[in-house]
Structures are given as structure tokens and as C-alpha cells.
């Protein structure tokens, strides 16, 4: 997105601050999911890991280890600490 010239400081300030209350909210919802993870591993290993192959099972599986991936690399792409992490530019 390009500079647009007839932004005022105060809208610029007001962007930057909207854009790291979105990082710390997606910092909040990954740790409260691996928080999650946590609390429910010892009961995961018990009653899935142990279970016999079925679809569901693996389901399971990918759903709750992919959505955990996912929000792990989003929020390495908005934690700034890489620059251009996820960029498109040659």
C-alpha cells in the first residue's frame, strides 16, 4: 500500500496502534491455546493417542496440531522480529 500524503499524524499514530493491539490479541489467543495444549496433554495421550486408527481420530489429530502451527507462523510473520519474514518482493 502506498504513502498517501493526506493522512495526518494522528491517523498514522492511530494505525500503528490499532495494528499492535491485533499483534498482542493474536499473542493472547496463541498462548492461551498452547496453555490449552498443555493442560489437556496427559489426557490426549491417554484417550486418542492410545485409540485404535480410525478418520476421526486423525481429524482430531490434524485439527488441533495444524490450527496451532498456523498460529504460530502468523504470529512469527506479525511479531516483527524477521524483517520482510513472509515477504513477496524479489
Known amino acids: 500500500m ?3 500524503p493526506t493522512l495526518d499524524g494522528h491517523e498514522i499514530v492511530q494505525a500503528l496502534q490499532d495494528a499492535n493491539a491485533t499483534r498482542y ?5 496463541l498462548v ?3 496453555y490449552d495444549h498443555l493442560l489437556t496433554l496427559p489426557d490426549e495421550v491417554k484417550l ?3 485409540a485404535p486408527a480410525s478418520f476421526a481420530k486423525y481429524a482430531f489429530l490434524l485439527n488441533r496440531y495444524l ?6 507462523t ?13 515477504s513477496d518482493a524479489g
Open 32 to 34: 492461551i491455546l498452547f
Open 48 to 50: 486418542v493417542w492410545g
Open 2 to 4: 502506498p504513502f498517501d
Open 25 to 29: 490479541l493474536g499473542a493472547v489467543g
Open 74 to 86: 502468523v504470529a512469527h510473520a506479525m511479531a516483527g522480529f524477521v524483517p520482510n519474514a513472509y
Open 67 to 72: 490450527v496451532l502451527a498456523s498460529l504460530i
